[in-house]
């Protein structure tokens, strides 16, 4: 992947939801100005949730999430409605597309969007065909309290307004957070540690590797980096130490053993756990590890769905980690990808990944239900430091 490349989870994801055939295929083909999505008059012609990357002027990048009709019916339409519902998860402005006067439906997504705290907009779509759209507008924003955005999808007509508003409901923040400005000021000499193996062979840097030394290429640091096996003689070749040492959380003790007493230490992890999620709920989390039984049963999150790997970090490492130090007995179930149990209440802890490729509203929603079901929550790089003994050494 290129440095100027923007990964799919760092885009604001902007979900459009409606009724089969009210357009919200269309309505994305003319936001983005290309055929992005199938259309067609037959309703429920979009089934599973689709995501489309774009570049939007005034926004950046986006993901849009083309979901099905939330009225679809019978058993294939219901699954398919819980995908849509599942879309909820990762949607950071939802657009509700409107085109007639039974809104009963769209009554309870609003009611939705609002106890997510997921931003919205309302579209009147299909205005070149309703008889009276300026009636409809007035009873969707007496029934939704929001005012809505009459738009044709089909002929353009006020697409450029649905963008304007999308723009204003952006958080004022958007687009700010940084992976490392809250440790590092321009000048700072900064060393990453970064091990080359199976997960990240020859030819290769793993995706928070290559997002973090961008973080720190902007914030116009000195940025070093080498191997575990060259760490010693990395330092010894600097002028001075480094002001913040970044590693995979795998080597944390043998990089904290050898690092200048001066020099801050975290890992790719930990920086993500912050980035994406909220890392004071992974560190409290990681305390439960400490009251582990052998009767204890623990669940390791992935985000990505890959074969597994000889000594992949969170199907075997962590696992035989945490075995050594409770026993052998503990029960460890994995899942990767969007599988995450609806029902977490079976668990003393969950573990997760540093979840590069996932969006934050996506992440803080697993660490919200994980909350609710009163399980702790932590993370790969939180969890190693603890085990190690040096979780209160390191900088997050």
């Not at 992005?36 to 949730?49: C, E, F, I, M, Q």
């Not at 050898?258 to 930990?270: A, G, H, I, R, Y």
């Amino acid at each position: 992947m290129s440095l100027n490349q923007t990964p799919r989870s760092d885009r604001l994801h902007i979900g459009i939801y409606g009724k089969r055939n009210s357009g919200k295929s269309s309505l994305v083909n003319a936001l983005t100005g290309q055929q992005v999505a199938l259309t067609s008059p037959v309703a429920g012609t979009t089934a599973d949730p689709v995501y489309k990357a774009m570049e939007i002027h005034g926004i950046g990048p986006v993901v849009f999430i083309d979901t099905a009709g939330f009225d679809d019916e019978g058993e294939l339409g219901r699954l398919r409605v819980e995908k849509t519902r599942a879309a909820l998860q990762k949607t950071d402005i939802a657009l509700l597309v409107c085109a007639d006067g039974e809104l009963t439906g769209e009554k309870a997504w609003v009611d939705s969007f609002r106890a997510a705290h997921i931003p919205f907009l309302t579209i009147v779509n299909k205005t070149d065909a309703l008889h009276d759209a300026p009636a409809l507008c007035r009873q969707v924003e007496k029934t939704l309290g929001a005012t809505p955005i009459a738009v044709s999808a089909r002929t353009g007509d006020n697409v450029r307004a649905v963008i304007d508003a999308l723009i204003r409901a952006l958080p004022e923040d958007y687009g700010a957070a940084s992976i490392t400005g809250h440790l590092v000021h321009e000048g700072d000499l900064v060393l990453l540690v970064m091990p080359q193996g199976i997960q990240a062979p020859k030819g290769r840097l793993i995706l928070p590797q290559v997002q973090t030394i961008r973080d720190l290429l902007d914030a116009k640091c000195l940025v070093m980096s080498c191997t575990t096996d060259k760490l010693e003689e990395t330092l010894a070749a600097l002028a001075r130490p480094p002001k913040l040492i970044i590693t995979d959380s795998q080597v944390f003790a043998r990089v904290y053993e050898k690092k200048p007493p001066e020099s801050l230490l975290t890992s790719f992890s930990v920086l993500f756990a912050r980035h994406k999620g909220d890392i004071e709920a992974f560190v409290q989390g990681a305390a439960a590890i400490d009251a582990l039984t052998p009767a204890s049963r623990v669940l390791i999150a992935e985000a990505c769905t890959h074969a597994p790997l000889t000594e992949d970090i969170g199907r075997e490492k962590i696992p035989r980690m945490l075995r050594k130090r409770v026993s052998p007995e503990l029960k460890i179930d994995v899942v990767s990808g969007n599988d995450f149990p609806a029902d977490l209440t079976p668990y003393s802890l969950i573990i997760h990944c540093g979840a590069c490729m996932f969006n934050r509203r996506y992440v803080l929603s697993r660490i919200a239900a994980a909350q609710a079901a009163g399980v702790p929550i932590t993370n790969y790089g939180v969890t190693i430091a603890k085990v190690t003994g040096i979780l209160d050494r390191i900088v997050w």
